[in-house]
């Protein structure tokens, strides 16, 4: 079988998808090349100045783009749900943004843990507020990305969802991944149950050279694991644009189905071209993801409501 590639992407006109975390990295290649294949593209970024200047970048690279910015906090829920607000109609939703392994404990806006609030919470606040917009569209799809780092998150851990009794930079990341990895498929079940024809779908981009190995370590000042996370991505990394095929492909391949996880096909899913994959053991304990569904809902206050069955 031929890799699959953004040539492999079908025509997306007139379809509008939303990228959380569009200004960079995964994020931008992966509006990029929805642009390309026509959708209007909503680029969701926390930065206005960046998102704009990615913006920039991305009609210049495909001139007749149809795109624009939005303002994206996801560490913030009142931004959310301000952005929510904004978006009229939608037919995709990458919930890609994400921050990695930060030094110390620090957090959101609404008091969550940084990771987990920004990487789950976040996005499980987002997609709930924008769910009914998806489920009238025809082949709408919800796509989550996670981290083979998944695989290092317990469901011991998820007692101390906020890690307030014990901190660890790396332990807080794989726990706000499993969570990325507990919602996608729980959702993909409520859904089915529902009778609904969106998709749920998770990814993840491998080892990939972006800014999120440098922007956690960076907020603390970690010099040396910044140079590690540098020497890494110049060494190690597969392309960005290598890393969003995943993402693209649970975004938009015909044959992917709602549960499915898509990530590199290569040594240890680090690099290669995206296919469909396993995920953790972990992953798959349906009781542990309807209690955090259940807590995600109480802490966030949005009810995620996949609507009456069909």
């Not at 952005?83 to 939703?93: K, N, T």
């Not at 649970?250 to 396993?278: I, K």
């Amino acid at each position: 079988m031929a890799h699959w590639t953004t040539a492999d992407v079908p025509d997306q006109s007139g379809r509008v998808a939303v990228v959380t975390g569009a200004n960079s990295g995964l994020g931008y290649h992966t509006a990029l090349a929805l642009a390309r294949a026509g959708a209007h593209v909503v680029l969701a970024c926390r930065d206005p100045q960046r998102g704009d200047a990615a913006l920039d970048q991305l009609r210049t690279a495909v001139p007749n783009a149809s795109a624009e910015c939005g303002s994206l906090d996801l560490a913030d829920l009142d931004s959310v749900r301000r952005f929510a607000d904004s978006v009229e109609s939608l037919d995709l939703l990458i919930n890609n943004a994400g921050i990695m392994a930060l030094p110390s404990r620090r957090t959101t806006a609404q008091g969550f843990e940084m990771q987990v609030g920004t990487n789950h919470l976040g996005h499980f606040a987002l997609t709930g507020l924008l769910l009914p917009r998806l489920l009238n569209r025809p082949g709408a799809r919800v796509v989550t990305v996670s981290s083979g780092l998944h695989h290092r998150g317990r469901l011991a851990d998820l007692d101390d969802l906020q890690s307030e009794r014990r901190y660890g930079a790396w332990r807080a990341y794989a726990l706000s991944k499993l969570a990325n990895i507990l919602f996608f498929t729980e959702l993909d079940r409520r859904l089915r149950a529902a009778n609904q024809p969106v998709r749920s779908l998770g990814a993840h981009p491998g080892y990939a050279a972006t800014n999120l190995q440098l922007t956690g370590p960076a907020a603390d000042g970690g010099t040396l694991l910044i140079r590690l996370g540098q020497l890494g991505n110049r060494f190690f990394a597969q392309s960005a644009a290598m890393g969003a095929l995943p993402s693209l492909r649970a975004a938009t391949d015909p044959e992917a189905q709602g549960g499915e996880f898509h990530g590199p096909s290569g040594f240890l899913e680090q690099r290669g071209y995206p296919d469909r994959v396993a995920y953790s053991s972990a992953g798959q304990d349906v009781s542990a993801a309807q209690r955090l569904w259940t807590e995600s809902e109480r802490l966030t206050g949005v009810t995620v409501d996949t609507g009456t069955p069909r």
